[in-house]
């Protein structure tokens, strides 16, 4: 048993503790020795031919996993949960979604999982080490589920992290078709409105509100701030972290429609709820307002803090 044990162990160290039963069945570990495994702990079950070894913490990364494994040896983690996994700045209702090719009926079939007869190399890499579809395969396959507002900000900060290209976006939504599941109208929207000299550092309306604060010599901002708020990632256009400060610039045509203002409403409750403090700036905001809300916040900000050393 220690050498079997041993063979389990070897396997699942690199995929958060777990093992599929067709692992284990290569590894030369046999269906009986499986079963007194899952009888005497040693294993539990967590998804369809899915094991997790004694002792192994649970978590959301082992849950995606699972649901890979789940799947088959060439499924890949995809939609929401490859969007998780890239940390995009705007992510789509919570799923484990699994991407796999419609060559093999076999797959059982359940929610999350999804069958495509597009998934080259290209597509596909490894994120926390769990096979998923790449940054801008995942940005294609969201187009239904994140609004063409939504899509430009994860686009732009993947760039600004390195972790996406606009030529890599290109060819992907070649090799792709638009359909039920994608609006690939909106990825050729995006790289209409990018060339090889695009800036992903801000807008120019950003950026003509950092021009004010710099010239009036109040505390410059970090820009393009990452905040993490009950398991969601928040890009911020400006943030001062130590007072617990955010401003955002609202351009007119990408922050109106229902589903910007609810996901606008949605981001600030969270932040809010957060114990941050928002302030929202439009291109009818005069650069006095700008320069006078700033100052009253961080002015403020500091107020309350000397009330709470009292």
């Known amino acids: 048993m220690a050498s079997i044990l041993a063979r389990v162990d070897e396997i699942a160290s690199g995929q958060w503790s777990l093992v599929?039963?067709?692992?284990?069945?290569?590894?030369?570990?046999?269906?009986?020795?499986?079963?007194q495994l899952l009888k005497s702990g040693a294993l539990r079950r967590v998804e369809h031919r899915v094991y997790a070894t004694l002792g192994s913490p649970r978590s959301w990364e082992q849950r995606a996993m699972a649901s890979v494994l789940a799947a088959g040896?060439?499924?890949?983690?995809?939609?929401?949960?490859?969007?998780?996994?890239?940390?995009?700045?705007?992510?789509?209702?919570?799923?484990?979604?699994?991407?796999?090719?419609v060559s093999d009926t076999e797959r059982p079939r359940r929610r999350g999982l999804h069958r495509t007869v597009v998934l080259p190399a290209q597509d596909v890499t490894e994120r926390?080490?769990?096979?998923?579809?790449?940054f801008e395969r995942t940005l294609c396959d969201c187009t239904t589920v994140l609004s063409p507002f939504q899509l430009g900000r994860v686009l732009d900060d993947g760039l600004r992290r390195g972790v996406a290209s606009l030529d890599h976006l290109m060819k992907c939504a070649v090799r792709l078709d638009s359909g039920p599941g994608r609006r690939l109208r909106f990825i050729q929207r995006l790289l209409a409105e990018r060339d090889e000299s695009f800036d992903p550092g801000g807008s120019a309306s950003e950026l003509e509100v950092l021009r004010v604060l710099r010239e009036a010599g109040v505390p410059l901002p970090v820009q393009q701030y990452r905040v993490r708020v009950d398991g969601r990632t928040f890009v911020l256009d400006f943030a001062w972290p130590e007072q617990r400060l955010f401003a955002e610039y609202y351009g007119l045509a990408v922050h109106s429609g229902a589903s910007a203002v609810a996901s606008d409403n949605f981001r600030l409750t969270a932040l809010v709820g957060a114990g941050w403090r928002p302030l929202v700036f439009t291109e009818s905001t005069a650069d006095h307002d700008i320069l006078r809300s700033v100052t009253n916040a961080l002015t403020n900000a500091q107020s309350d803090w000397a009330l709470s050393d009292v």
């Open 128 to 134: 926390s080490g769990i096979p998923c579809t790449s």
């Open 73 to 101: 040896p060439d499924a890949v983690a995809s939609q929401a949960a490859a969007a998780r996994l890239w940390d995009y700045a705007y992510l789509p209702e919570e799923a484990l979604d699994v991407t796999v090719l």
């Open 20 to 35: 599929s039963r067709e692992q284990l069945q290569s590894a030369q570990v046999s269906n009986k020795a499986i079963a």
